[in-house]
């Protein structure tokens, strides 16, 4: 038969980061490309107890079908977190997803037409770009600078694009570990109040900020915005749970959209998870993944600072798993790549972060997921790589 | 702000059954209408002895993220349980999904552009029609008679109405209960076999079968056939683990789309599900529930004998969750639900679940989760809602 695929497959490729882990999938390359949280921190022990109350009392109701909201006690444990963090958000507009990833495509799916316009950072995260990509809407982008999104390049974009709706992942962001200043957050929600963009406020790396203090969601000052989480980086990726916050009017969409989906996220781990939570002191926890996550990153920047070749810069992030690289102007990572490889050392090129092009001379490194040992021999080789990816450049 | 949602959402509502439940969430009303499974079949005591096996011995890699495609060795366990019943199925043809209803979620979106033709048997599924509503399918039916699709009236549509999709469910259909015999299933598979309408065959209920004889699958008899299966029925629900069968260069799109849409289905009850089927016998436990569901069946269907008014016509279903209702030419089931709101029983209007209109004298029963007593007693009730529904007709 001729099969014809829909217009929307031809938006999206298989993600690029999926072939190079492939790659690396040799023992004896040391990888920084991947993006998962350090297995070290799963509360295994606690998540079998949790296990073990929930089947022991409720065992027939958490195996059954459910609303597709989600479980309401652990949608009200979301509500009372944020408000422990001063933002006041009603249990009903919450939504359990599947991890946030999720909360993008089903977002999307709410307000996006084809040809829609979508403004994402510069660079963003990439399977943002493949879901709205398959939404087939069009894509904008704006700067990030240090301290977040360039407001001015925002404002113009916003001024002359009719933007439909802006992604930003304002914590720690994936690809670079940037996170919005106090000042840019407010500047942002003003920028935004009056107009009819939707902001959409991916948010899963904000409980592990390991230096300096915990900033206050955009959407804190813009009751309208849209904000996704996680459980994914506090408890387990494996579990695929996650939440979207919405105002009512639109959740009453979401919840269309989610139960034409999947009907609603997986009732027995949600059951488990909010036992989880409340059996358990969440905080110690995250402080314990904070203190691992800190000393990892730490260790990778003192490597940086040891043995990259002067003029690499690179971005010091105060929580997440990610620091971003820039080599020198007119160098490429995709060649450097190449080199890396041969020395037993990965990483993703910054390339495959970008919805407009650029970022050639860009790259990606994970922490989280990396021992001592692994991060300063890994390290040691990638330094010895740019030196040769910048010898062979001064000798062509 | 003012908020423009996509078109999409245009074309879906708030699920009529949704609301229906609502009402019947009185405890004094004895429903018919939910489709929930019997609690009593879910497998609590070996499902705990799996999670504490796999967290025991695995625990940190089953909390981590994995393959978009599924956990393999619970892949091949489904192509090993279909190639037991005749199918052969590569393992690289298997993607795992939340439930089959995100099956159809994803298969929608790697087919179907906005206006193309989708067919539904004629009534159908009812979060099929919402699935491929939001994908902006336009929709067809074709009536459904004792043995499965009319044929002439399947190749009459196929040549005329240019359908890309066909959507079907083969076994025990929710809501008529209706199974495909032996001879229409080869007959269907004839008629697309040359043809390049998509096949989607959802077969949710294919183990429950208690009377009778298994039937291979439509795909059995055609290579190019897509196919959906659940573990809903025979494990649990609430842990929305589903599957497809497609071929591969469709496989490699529908990694795409799930990667996009929620990176991977909960890789912990993957892993725990798993455990489950291979610790335990599951046969026998299908076998349970199949007894469980023909005791359940036989009440119902002698309970119809014994209190509904003659002209009442009703299938006799060999497996599955559900028993469809006709009631004489003329009578409305809206109005039927009124008078038996009254008399606290409920049931779902057949209406919903045809996408053209139609069947306003129909009515869908479940009996998977009513006890002995409740069956009793609610089609008693049922029973005297309708002989007033017909004495109110003859008065009027």
Redesign the interface.
């Known amino acids: 038969?001729?099969?014809?695929?829909?217009?929307?497959?031809n938006n999206?490729?298989?993600?690029f980061i999926?072939e190079i882990l492939k790659v690396t999938e040799d023992p004896n390359i040391i990888s920084f490309a991947g993006?998962?949280?350090n297995?070290?921190s799963?509360p295994?022990?606690e998540?079998?107890e949790a296990?073990?109350k929930v089947?022991?009392t409720r065992?027939?109701?958490?195996?059954?079908?459910?609303t597709?909201e989600g479980y309401r006690p652990l949608r009200e444990y979301i509500a009372q977190r944020y408000l422990k963090k001063g933002l006041e958000v009603d249990t009903d507009q919450i939504l359990i997803?599947?991890?946030s990833?999720?909360g993008i495509?089903l977002t999307g799916?709410?307000?996006?037409?084809?040809g829609?316009r979508v403004l994402f950072e510069n660079p963003t995260y990439l399977?943002a770009i493949?879901?709205f990509?398959?939404l087939e809407a069009e894509f904008k982008s704006v700067p990030l600078l240090e301290d977040g999104v360039d407001t001015d390049a925002l404002i113009k974009v916003l001024d002359e694009d009719n933007i439909?709706l802006f992604y930003s992942v304002t914590n720690f962001q994936n690809p670079t570990g940037i996170t919005y200043s106090q000042e840019k957050r407010e500047k942002v929600a003003e920028i935004l109040r009056?107009?009819?963009t939707?902001f959409l406020e991916d948010n899963p790396y904000g409980e592990i900020r390991f230096l300096g203090e915990d900033l206050p969601p955009v959407k804190s000052y813009l009751e309208?915005g849209m904000l996704l989480g996680s459980f994914?980086k506090i408890?387990?990726?494996?579990?695929?749970l996650g939440w979207i916050v919405a105002p009512e009017?639109?959740m009453?969409?979401l919840?269309?959209?989610k139960?034409?989906?999947?009907?609603?996220?997986?009732?027995?781990?949600q059951r488990v998870i909010y036992q989880y939570l409340t059996d358990n002191d969440v905080d110690k926890h995250i402080e314990k993944i904070r203190e691992m996550y800190r000393n990892q990153r730490n260790l990778m920047v003192e490597m940086i600072a040891e043995h990259f070749p002067d003029g690499v810069d690179y971005t010091k992030p105060e929580g997440g798993m990610f620091l971003w690289v820039t080599l020198p102007e007119g160098l490429s990572s995709l060649e450097l790549f190449d080199l890396a490889i041969r020395e037993n050392v990965a990483f993703v090129p910054g390339k495959a972060f970008f919805c407009e092009g650029g970022g050639d001379n860009t790259l990606r490194l994970n922490f989280s997921n990396s021992s001592e040992e692994k991060i300063e021999e890994g390290m040691g080789r990638l330094g010895v790589a740019i030196g040769k990816l910048m010898n062979q450049k001064e000798h062509r």
């Not at 038969?1 to 497959?9: H, L, S, T, Y």
């Not at 799916?109 to 084809?114: G, I, P, R, S, W």
């Not at 408890?235 to 695929?240: A, E, F, H, I």
């Open positions: 038969m001729n099969k014809q695929f829909a217009d929307r497959m999206v490729h298989k993600s999926r993006g998962l949280p297995p070290k799963f295994v022990k998540v079998e296990v073990t089947l022991g065992g027939e109701e958490a195996l059954q079908y459910s597709t997803t599947n991890g990833q999720q495509d799916k709410v307000f996006l037409n084809k829609d399977a493949q879901s990509g398959l439909k009056d107009r009819d939707i309208e994914s408890v387990s990726p494996g579990m695929r009017d639109v009453e969409k919840v269309i959209a139960q034409a989906s999947d009907l609603h996220s997986n009732y027995f781990t």
